[in-house]
């Protein structure tokens, strides 16, 4: 039976030592470049290969996250860096741009590709198309349950891949702008700043305040107690997310998920011991851990809104008497450890032990604070009690991550005859060196004997290598030093790792023809004469926008309507149908693509891969910008899989837009000028109990109902491009979250140069 693999994550080399030794089947890290954890130490291309070199001398698997947006000025960078991983034997690249995606596979015969999170692979169809590209492995959205995956399984042989413990993201990997449009720090380029950790007060529709916290910052997440479900399910990877996390947080959780996969797979079953749990709180998590979505958890599951920081381990409880600060607590606490008193409301004050606790029986320490912690514990009077770091753990690992620890088993063969060279052969795992030593001598007293030859090639510390099997002729009266012996075994072990490194490397025939997917010389003329699209969320939406078009004789346009109002209307030719960006198997199996060609639709917006499957044999097909187009690759990509019409990325700048336009041979390209982008979609079901969201600056971000019920948050200022000139063939409005007077507005200010009256931004349009 093949088991799961344990995939842990490597921000530097001393974390990804730390996960071998702890037990990590593969490493995933990145680059200085090109990484969705740009904040990572991450690895130069020296490290890199030596990284490589590590992985590969041990039988373990190294990943190269190149799992970002790439603009076309970047491309020839982020392929030379596909190329050095290539060439240096790199076991896959984990992917997330589309055209990046195109051009590796065209490019790099052999080299497995894993289609990132940031890629929102979140249904069959998506799971399907990528298999049938030619994608070895994806990493399925965080958002999936376990009947989901099952469901996915049972119907496809593409790896699967799924995250078991760690930082869980609020919106759906790849589909957020949160942080990208507020503080132009944008997540599918790896500078997500966290902005779902921040303070917010939620408000209903009268916006009056109901609820206040951090609001949108989730538990981690543990799947320990669930590995046995998801290995039955026949998931080939779980990974560990971390890489920012240091080498001791890498270490106790590769080292505690390692521990109950072999469990399950020796007894069949686990039983989890309350110090490993005790561990993984420690190291890390976020007010106690959940499943995440795994068993269709809701809001007040998944949300910790009391904190959004490390909470440790909860160790006891502290107050004050007579002036004087007391701990009450079994736990052994030591110098060096860092523990953090909270009040009711979790409010946090960090101390670090350093001879300042006195021991007054077994459960009561007396604490010597500074005046101004004292006085500010004082305020809380009473609370919790809780270890955010432990010197003794550290030490553990520390020792740990210092034995030697063996990897491969090597068989030795060795030949001894008097007057012929030594002859000497090391097998493993199917790599072979033979080695002659000296001319064996004539014994003149003492000859040399199975045990002498045994002792010398066992001689294996400072190496990955342990004895295997052993097998020697040795004719009697034979001599030989045993230096001789030594120093044979150190060539053939040396000579074997170099061959079992080597095996992996790569030879490239050709450099990439780059111009073939960015542009092939033919530059696109500008045509200023525009079309126009407008996205409307409901029926009296489109009315309004019919008439209005109507009184100014508007012709040369096409309306986007949603799939859950076609039913109920006459459909015209110059209407787009569209499904939510975010779409599960569950609402993919209500579409009824008959019916909707039965009303006369010709058209539809395709917002992710999944739809595209099954949409494309019946539909003229427009891609929207959620599939993240960013350069001429992609856009070239979605191209030949006939898309008329493709809108792309809002992360773009008028300059980069050009690029794009100017290359584009067969399709229109569409870019947004006016709307409220939406900064991030989630599962959970923030509409059913407010309206607004209010960030720290009195912001209100709008909270919206998809058409499948999932979550959208609209930004409170307003896209609006009314520049003239825009490199397009099609400008779109979004009315998606909008009021009367809104739209109004919008279409008075863009079309009656009026002004528009409303919070406004560029986005990344102009610098």
Known sequence: MKKVELLSPAGG????????????????????????????????????????DFCHERAKKIYLAINTLVYNDEMHKALKLVEFAYKEGIDAVIVQDLGLLFIILKEFPGMPVHASTQMTVHNLAQVKFLEDLGVKRVILSRELSLDEIKNIRQQSSIELEVFVHGALCISYSGQCLFSSIVFKRSGNRGQCAQVCRLYYKLFDKEKKEIDEGYLLSPKDICLLGNIDKLIRAGIDSFKIEGRLKDKYYVYTVTSIYRKYIDMYYEKGKIDIDITDKQKLLLVF??????????????????IFKSAPNNTGLFIGNFYFENEKLFLQTSYNLSNG????????????????????IIKKDDKKFEVKVDFERKKRLKEFSQGQVFIVKSKEHEIRIEKDLKMEKKFRKVDFKVWLEKEKRIKAIALCDGFEIEEEGEVAQQAKEKEVTIQTVISSFSKLGGTIFEMGNFDAYIESGCF????????????????????????????????????????????????????????????????????????????????????????DL??????????????????????????????????????????YEIFKHHFEIYFDFSLNTTNSASFKFLELLGGKRICLSVELSKTRIIEIYKNAQESEVEVIV?????????????????EYLQDRNGELLKLIKTQSGKNEILNPAFLYINDKDVPADVLRFDFTGLNKKEMEKALEGYFDNKEIGLKITKGYYLP
């Open 337 to 356: 450890d860092v523990i953090s008193f909270r009040n009711s409301n979790f409010e946090e004050i960090l101390l670090e032990i350093n001879n300042n």
């Open 13 to 52: 080399f001393e974390e990804l030592v730390a996960a071998i030794k702890a037990g990590a089947d593969s490493v995933y890290v990145g680059a200085k470049e090109f990484s969705a954890r740009a904040y990572a130490k991450n690895f130069s291309e020296d490290e890199l290969r030596k990284a490589i």
């Open 570 to 611: 006459s459909l015209e030719d110059n209407m787009v149908v569209y499904l939510d960006r975010i779409t599960h198997d569950e609402d993919l199996n209500r579409v009824e693509v008959e019916r909707i060609k039965e009303k006369g639709i010709k058209k539809v917006l395709v917002r992710n891969l999944g739809q």
């Open 480 to 567: 030989v030093k045993v230096s001789e012996l030594n120093r044979l075994r150190k060539l053939l072990i040396e000579k074997l790792s170099q061959k079992i490194i080597s095996f992996y490397k790569r030879n490239l025939k050709q450099d990439v023809e780059i111009s073939r997917y960015l542009g092939d010389g033919r530059v696109r003329s500008f045509n200023r004469s525009h079309r126009f699209s407008f996205m409307v969320d409901s029926l009296w939406q489109l009315e309004k926008l019919k008439k209005w078009c109507e009184a100014r004789n508007l012709s040369n346009y096409e309306i986007y309507v949603p799939y859950n109002v076609i039913f």
């Open 674 to 690: 006016f709307g409220r982008i939406p900064l991030m979609v989630n599962r959970l079901k923030f509409f059913e109990k407010g």
């Open 285 to 302: 998590n976020r007010g106690n851990y959940s499943t995440g979505y795994l068993e269709n958890a809701d809001i007040d599951e998944i």
